[in-house]
């Protein structure tokens, strides 16, 4: 009997509930599905992952299977779907339990379900909650229901009364006897339908996937550059590699763990310095939590024009003002830098975002959706739950109590002032 590790978005050896459970059996199998549907044409009109985050995630997946092959496990990696390839892999490879991240989303929600019908009644599936800071089991709330609408109220009473649970190590190496074949290889952007695409120069995210390079990139902001002990001081800025910690991508793909960067953290701050820098990284961390909450909370709402507030607005839809907006034509250079950056990059701050989002949906008055969608399908650190949280945030159907509209030439005052961001994007035309 064989244990069968089904990874999602829990890219990683170290910190990994279902690696270490299905560990503790003897021969561990790993599976990856490069699931086609995730690189057609979604809903509105946006292939759902592009090529910046499929290359991400290819060179994710190369990683994961050299860290696992040190521990004698082989990681199979197909592109095809899973509720036609794992139900044949389990046959075939006398699957006993099937160990995965557990997932709550929709479409998520629907491919486990379609393998679950497939597969023998015998095979045991073992979801684990294993994309959170603060545990859904340790949170002070009895129901996901009493998840408060207003992220401080959730902040502070976890902070108060959760602790976050400490990192498991890497599991240790499985006996080299008796190992499967594994002939599978990793697909090329072409194998997925995409075309390559050559690196920007200018780019403030010129990092490769895998948990290895995550872990290089700790190694680097915390310890050797030690631009943790500045974080907040720096996080809105527009320019380079250095003025945020850029994590969101691994964190996005579960090539690292919450838990991980905030214990992290926390030796920083035993060993180095704390201050109001190192813990607006934990800060911004449980932000990421409180989205995932949401969405626990919400399911399907999230996606609905009307949001979580059930707000009703009168939303337009056009595709001339949508091309000016992705092709950074607008009459706004702030925003039309931000765009121009997503476009070449699959790169955007956390100050663009915010203009962009709240420029297409509070001035344009653009259905809200559809620039999430774009969002989704560009985005090297597309998370389902921080992109579709935050998109309802800035579209005034969100959880932002104070329902604000952000005026981007204010903004590029503030956070561009010597227009160096603008020049350094608005210097040729895209399209």
């Known amino acids: 009997m064989n244990n069968l590790v089904w990874f999602r978005n829990d890219l990683r050896v170290r910190d990994n509930i279902s690696l270490a ?21 979604g809903d509105y009109g946006f292939k759902k992952t592009e090529r910046f985050r499929a290359r991400f995630l290819i060179e994710t997946i190369i990683q994961l299977k050299d860290n696992l092959k040190k521990l004698n496990i082989p990681l199979f990696v197909y592109v095809d779907n899973p509720e036609k390839r794992i139900p044949k892999f389990i046959g075939e490879h006398d699957v006993h339990t099937v160990f995965l991240q557990k997932e709550w989303t929709q479409e998520e929600n629907e491919t486990r379900d379609a393998v679950v019908a497939k597969v023998s009644s015998s095979v045991n599936f073992e979801e684990s909650y294993d994309q959170f800071l603060f545990h859904p089991d340790d949170i002070p709330y009895v129901s996901f229901q009493q998840i408060p609408r207003v992220f401080t109220k959730f902040r ?9 649970r400490p990192v498991l190590e890497s599991p240790k190496a499985k006996p080299s006897t008796n190992l499967i074949e594994n002939n599978t290889v990793v697909p090329s952007l072409r194998d997925l339908g995409l075309s390559n695409l050559s690196n920007d120069t200018r780019t403030a995210f010129p ?3 895998g948990e290895t390079n995550a872990q290089k990139r700790v190694q680097d902001y915390f310890w050797e550059t030690q631009k943790l002990a500045f974080y907040k001081k720096t996080r809105n800025g527009l320019v380079g590699q250095g003025y945020s910690s850029k994590l969101s991508p691994w964190l996005a793909n579960g090539s690292i763990s919450a838990r991980t960067i905030y214990w992290e953290v926390k030796e920083f701050e035993r060993t180095v310095k704390k201050n109001q820098d190192t813990y607006w990284l ?12 949401v969405s626990l909370k919400h399911g399907n709402q999230i996606f609905r024009i009307e949001g979580i507030l059930n707000k009703k607005y009168d939303w337009k839809t ?3 003002i949508t091309e000016q907006w992705i092709s950074g034509q607008t009459e706004d250079p702030f925003i039309n830098a931000n765009m121009r950056e997503i476009a070449r990059t699959g790169w955007m701050s956390n100050r663009g975002r915010q203009n962009v989002a709240s420029f297409w949906s509070r001035v344009l008055e653009q259905d809200w959706r559809i620039g999430a969608a774009y969002f989704e ?12 949280g935050n998109w309802m945030y800035n579209s005034g159907v969100g959880n932002d109590p104070r329902n604000r509209i952000f005026n981007s030439k204010r903004q590029a005052e503030r956070y561009d002032p010597n227009g160096k961001f603008q020049a350094l994007w608005l210097q040729e035309t895209l399209f």
Request: glycine share 4%.
């Open 318 to 320: 056009s595709k001339k």
């Open 282 to 293: 934990v800060f911004e961390l449980i932000w990421r939590d409180f989205f995932k909450y």
């Open 156 to 164: 502070k009473k976890c902070e108060t009364y959760t602790r976050v």
């Open 377 to 388: 399908s560009m985005l090297l650190d597309y998370d389902v739950h921080s992109n579709w």
């Open 207 to 209: 990092f490769q996937g």
């Open 21 to 41: 459970k299905a560990c503790s059996g003897n021969q561990v199998l790993g599976i990856y599905c490069f699931d086609p549907v995730l690189f057609r044409i």
